[in-house]
């Protein structure tokens, strides 16, 4: 058994005990860890584990993926990080442009692969939420958002987190969070997009309600997305209203994300604080919408994908 440091803390990986065929031949892998010494879960139980379906690329890849050095294998270990624990933090879209403040007037590098931390400890309980509590890089958040879109993302390269295999099974899906609807068959202009926030949902173990076209076709309806709160120190945020993609006001993400609701109630009153009307996206897929529901016409993507018919 092996010891491996996440973080700050220890993460025990377990060494396979049944050969892999006998795994599936009950229902597939254990739901409390991997049974290859490759997979990027260690001994905690998956936040969405009655929802979850195991991909090839979960034993496949490991948690640092194919990180070319100690900085890009912390970052990617970061990304894979499905042990966060603790009662979730709610945020808003402030506290995601504080955040990006708070890790600048710390003076944490970030904006390529050659920026990226080499210790990510300074990302770890960075901000100080009134009423709310200490976030960062491993804290357990929650945002309520509208969808402005979803697609896969690095499909024809893959990229090092993923052990650059290509293919949408193989690749996170980009969310593109805003604080109010896109009016249908209208995209958004580079100030929105600056103005959005990220989530990513992980190609580990995902499940297979939770795609493109199930968050495009919804986004009438608010969602709340939870899940670890990530610092992206590959990229640049938007300055000004422009950037480059992806555009978002913070590269502090929810990645990977452990839980999708949308708000069942046809006036959206939903609050990222209450649980009330809140249902989770895989009992929401499927249920007509009520007569009197007003939703919006499934629009084009910015990236070329087309949402199918409600």
């Not at 901000?127 to 976030?135: A, N, Q």
């Not at 402005?148 to 052990?163: I, L, P, Q, R, T």
């Not at 120190?233 to 992806?246: D, E, L, M």
């Not at 919408?289 to 990236?303: G, H, I, Y």
């Amino acid at each position: 058994m092996a010891t491996k440091t996440r973080r700050g803390s220890s993460v025990r990986t377990i060494a396979p005990l049944v050969p892999l065929a006998i795994a599936l031949l009950h229902g597939g892998l254990p739901s409390a860890a991997t049974s290859e010494s490759g997979g990027v879960l260690g001994s905690c139980t998956l936040p969405f584990d009655a929802l979850r379906r195991n991909h090839a690329i979960d034993n496949s890849c490991s948690a640092s993926g194919t990180a070319s050095t100690a900085a890009q294998s912390a970052q990617n270990e970061a990304k894979n990080n499905f042990c966060a624990t603790g009662k979730p933090v709610d945020l808003s879209f402030s506290s995601f442009a504080d955040l990006q403040q708070a890790t600048e007037n710390a003076r944490i590098t970030f904006g390529g692969n050659s920026q990226l931390p080499a210790n990510r400890d300074a990302l770890h309980n960075l901000l100080l939420i009134p009423s709310r509590g200490t976030v960062g890089e491993g804290s357990v958040v929650r945002l309520s958002a509208y969808v402005m879109d979803a697609h896969f993302s690095n499909v024809g390269k893959g990229e090092s987190v993923n052990c650059q295999q290509p293919g949408n099974e193989n690749n996170d899906i980009h969310i593109l969070l805003s604080q109010t609807p896109i009016p249908p068959g209208q995209k958004p202009t580079a100030a929105e997009e600056c103005g959005s926030v990220t989530a990513e949902i992980s190609p580990h173990f995902r499940p297979d309600v939770w795609n493109p076209e199930n968050l495009n076709r919804n986004n009438a309806h608010i969602f709340r997305f939870t899940g670890q709160l990530f610092f992206d120190a590959a990229h640049r945020p938007c300055v000004g209203g422009t950037g480059a993609n992806p555009k978002r006001i913070s590269i502090w993400e929810i990645h990977p994300v452990y839980s999708v609701e949308i708000c069942g109630d046809s006036n959206n009153a939903c609050s990222v604080e209450s649980d009330q009307n809140w249902v989770p996206l895989s009992d929401f897929v499927g249920t007509p919408a009520p007569a009197n529901e007003t939703r919006f016409v499934p629009r084009e993507s910015l990236f070329g994908y087309l949402a199918p018919p409600a």
